[in-house]
C-alpha cells in the first residue's frame, strides 16, 4: 500500500450534531476538508455520488473547485453510477476538470448500487434497450465515454458549416485521462471484467457475495483475479488498485465520546442481504492509533491493494476529519507502506 486518501458520502442533514446541515455545507466543506488532508499528507480526496439523496451528487464543479484549490493530491470519485450519465457531456466535464487539475483526476465510475429511487436513471432519461439490463446500460455508457475521453470520433461535422464531412471528437481532451479510470467491482467477476477492459479497480467496504471467508480475504482473492485477468490481457501499464475501510483512531475525548463503544461491536465481518442476494459487509477499525496500525498491517486486502481509501464521517466536521487523517497518515500508515 502507497497511498492513503478519504472517501466522503458527503451527507448534510439539520439534525442535532450534524456539522453539515445544508447542501452548501457539504460542498464547501467537501473542498476545505480536501485542502486540509492534502496539508496533513493525505494522498487523495475522493467523493461518493448518490442521487434523490441528501449527499453529494453532481460530482464534476466540486472536483473542479477541489481542482483549483489544491495542487498535489489525487480528485476523484467513488464512484459515478453510469446508468445516469450521458456520457458525452461526462467527457467534456471529465476532461475540463482534469486540466484544471493539472491530470489529477481519478474517475471511479460504476454501474451503481442499490438506491432510493425507483428506476431513477429512467427520471433522468436514460432507459435500458429492449433486452438490456441495467448493468448492460451502465457498460454502454461506460464504452461510449471511455471512447470520447481517449479521442475517439462521436460525431461528423456538418457540410453546410464547415464545407467538408470529417469525423469530429469531444472536445478539450486531457491526455492520460483514459488511464485513470477505475471501475468500481462489488464481485470477483466484476473485477475480472475490469481488468479485461483495462480500468484500475475500486473494491468498497462490501462485495455482493460470501464465500465464508474472512471480508479481506475474499477481497484479496477479488485482487489476485482482477490482477491475473490484467496479466492476461496484456495490458502495457500496471494498474491501480484501491480498497476502502473504516478507520476512526481513538485519539482524544470527542473521539471517543462519538465511536469507543463502536470499537467492539464493529470489530468483525457481517453478512446480511444486499440487492437480493447475500452480501459481506468489511469490519470497522476504531480504537488506539497502534492498535489499528497492527490489525490493518493483517489485512490482506489492504496489503495487495496500493491505495486505501479511508470513510470519513462528513458530517462532523472538516476540523474532527481533519484530526482523524492527520492521525492515520502519522501514526496509522508508516506499519502499512
Same mark, same amino acid.
Given at each position: 500500500?502507497?497511498?492513503?486518501?478519504?472517501?466522503?458520502?458527503?451527507?448534510?442533514?439539520?439534525?442535532?450534531?450534524?456539522?453539515?446541515?445544508?447542501?452548501?455545507?457539504?460542498?464547501?466543506?467537501?473542498?476545505?476538508?480536501?485542502?486540509?488532508?492534502?496539508?496533513?499528507?493525505?494522498?487523495?480526496?475522493?467523493?461518493?455520488?448518490?442521487?434523490?439523496?441528501?449527499?453529494?451528487?453532481?460530482?464534476?464543479?466540486?472536483?473542479?473547485?477541489?481542482?483549483?484549490?489544491?495542487?498535489?493530491?489525487?480528485?476523484?470519485?467513488?464512484?459515478?453510477?453510469?446508468?445516469?450519465?450521458?456520457?458525452?457531456?461526462?467527457?467534456?466535464?471529465?476532461?475540463?476538470?482534469?486540466?484544471?487539475?493539472?491530470?489529477?483526476?481519478?474517475?471511479?465510475?460504476?454501474?451503481?448500487?442499490?438506491?432510493?429511487?425507483?428506476?431513477?436513471?429512467?427520471?433522468?432519461?436514460?432507459?435500458?434497450?429492449?433486452?438490456?439490463?441495467?448493468?448492460?446500460?451502465?457498460?454502454?455508457?461506460?464504452?461510449?465515454?471511455?471512447?470520447?475521453?481517449?479521442?475517439? #470520433? @462521436? $460525431?461528423?461535422? !456538418?457540410?453546410?458549416?464547415?464545407?467538408?464531412?470529417?469525423? +469530429?471528437? =469531444? %472536445?478539450?481532451?486531457?491526455?492520460?485521462?483514459?488511464?485513470?479510470?477505475?471501475?468500481?467491482?462489488?464481485?470477483?467477476?466484476?473485477?475480472?471484467?475490469?481488468?479485461?477492459?483495462?480500468?484500475?479497480?475500486?473494491?468498497?467496504?462490501?462485495?455482493?457475495?460470501?464465500?465464508?471467508?474472512?471480508?479481506?480475504?475474499?477481497?484479496?482473492?477479488?485482487?489476485?483475479?482482477?490482477?491475473?485477468?490484467?496479466?492476461?490481457?496484456?495490458?502495457?501499464?500496471?494498474?491501480?488498485?484501491?480498497?476502502?475501510?473504516?478507520?476512526?483512531?481513538?485519539?482524544?475525548?470527542?473521539?471517543?465520546?462519538?465511536?469507543?463503544?463502536?470499537?467492539?461491536?464493529?470489530?468483525?465481518?457481517?453478512?446480511?442481504?444486499?440487492?437480493?442476494?447475500?452480501?459481506?459487509?468489511?469490519?470497522?477499525?476504531?480504537?488506539?492509533?497502534?492498535?489499528?496500525?497492527?490489525?490493518?498491517?493483517?489485512?490482506? #486486502? @489492504? $496489503?495487495?491493494? !496500493?491505495?486505501?481509501?479511508?470513510?470519513?464521517?462528513?458530517? +462532523?466536521? =472538516? %476540523?474532527?476529519?481533519?484530526?482523524?487523517?492527520?492521525?492515520?497518515?502519522?501514526?496509522?500508515?508508516?506499519?502499512?507502506?
Amino acid at each position: 500500500m502507497t497511498r492513503i486518501g478519504f472517501l466522503s458520502f458527503g451527507h448534510w442533514q439539520p439534525v442535532p450534531g450534524s456539522q453539515v446541515r445544508t447542501a452548501r455545507d457539504a460542498l464547501l466543506q467537501s473542498i476545505d476538508l480536501a485542502v486540509a488532508a492534502e496539508e496533513v499528507g493525505v494522498d487523495g480526496a475522493y467523493f461518493r455520488v448518490h442521487h434523490f439523496a441528501r449527499q453529494l451528487a453532481s460530482p464534476f464543479p466540486l472536483l473542479a473547485a477541489v481542482a483549483a484549490r489544491t495542487s498535489t493530491i489525487d480528485i476523484g470519485t467513488g464512484v459515478i453510477d453510469m446508468r445516469y450519465e450521458n456520457p458525452l457531456y461526462m467527457a467534456e466535464e471529465a476532461a475540463a476538470s482534469d486540466l484544471i487539475s493539472g491530470g489529477r483526476l481519478q474517475l471511479g465510475i460504476s454501474r451503481g448500487s442499490p438506491e432510493t429511487a425507483l428506476r431513477g436513471a429512467e427520471s433522468f432519461g436514460f432507459v435500458p434497450r429492449d433486452g438490456e439490463t441495467d448493468a448492460d446500460l451502465a457498460r454502454r455508457h461506460t464504452a461510449l465515454f471511455r471512447a470520447a475521453i481517449a479521442g475517439d #470520433a @462521436v $460525431a461528423t461535422s !456538418d457540410p453546410k458549416m464547415t464545407g467538408f464531412s470529417q469525423p +469530429l471528437a =469531444v %472536445e478539450p481532451r486531457s491526455p492520460g485521462l483514459d488511464e485513470r479510470i477505475w471501475w468500481g467491482a462489488g464481485s470477483r467477476r466484476t473485477a475480472v471484467w475490469a481488468a479485461e477492459e483495462g480500468m484500475n479497480l475500486m473494491s468498497s467496504t462490501l462485495l455482493t457475495e460470501d464465500t465464508g471467508v474472512p471480508f479481506d480475504q475474499l477481497q484479496a482473492e477479488q485482487i489476485r483475479m482482477y490482477r491475473d485477468a490484467w496479466q492476461a490481457a496484456g495490458h502495457a501499464r500496471e494498474p491501480r488498485v484501491s480498497v476502502s475501510r473504516s478507520i476512526i483512531p481513538l485519539i482524544d475525548d470527542e473521539t471517543r465520546h462519538y465511536f469507543g463503544i463502536r470499537a467492539q461491536a464493529e470489530a468483525k465481518d457481517q453478512v446480511g442481504i444486499l440487492d437480493g442476494g447475500l452480501a459481506r459487509f468489511g469490519r470497522s477499525y476504531v480504537g488506539e492509533p497502534d492498535q489499528i496500525a497492527a490489525e490493518l498491517a493483517q489485512d490482506e #486486502a @489492504v $496489503a495487495a491493494a !496500493d491505495t486505501l481509501l479511508v470513510t470519513v464521517p462528513n458530517q +462532523l466536521g =472538516v %476540523e474532527f476529519n481533519t484530526r482523524i487523517l492527520e492521525s492515520i497518515v502519522r501514526d496509522v500508515s508508516p506499519a502499512l507502506r
